[in-house]
């Protein structure tokens, strides 16, 4: 996916085909979905550890102990595609999860 490719990262990612691409060699397509699958989990939970929410979830839960977190935004409603698109984005300046073989 390009930077000028118009469709959103989970809107690439779901399109992506999975049958139609032979496995690398010595690897499975289960294994080549779970390292994709990682890989992607690392994006999100790296965006998502960076963010305002998941300190003031520590905040609220953990340090506080109000048990009354403000998060942003406050509901659904309020999430925007571009908040989820960057959620997809590359990490930097952390080089992307690569598995080790």
Avoid: C, N, Y
Wanted: proline share 13%; hydrophobic share 40%; aromatic share 6%.
């Amino acid at each position: 996916m390009g930077e000028g490719d118009a469709r959103s990262a989970p809107a690439a990612i779901a399109d992506q085909p999975d049958g139609d691409l032979p496995p690398a060699p010595g690897r499975s397509r289960t294994d080549q979905a779970a390292r994709a699958g990682t890989a992607t989990d690392f994006r999100l939970s790296q965006h998502l550890i960076d963010g305002p929410d998941f300190r003031e979830g520590i905040r609220a839960f953990v340090i506080g102990r109000d048990q009354k977190p403000a998060w942003h935004p406050a509901d659904l409603a309020g999430v925007m595609p571009a908040m989820i698109d960057a959620l997809f984005a590359p990490v930097s300046p952390i080089p992307e999860w690569t598995p080790a073989d």
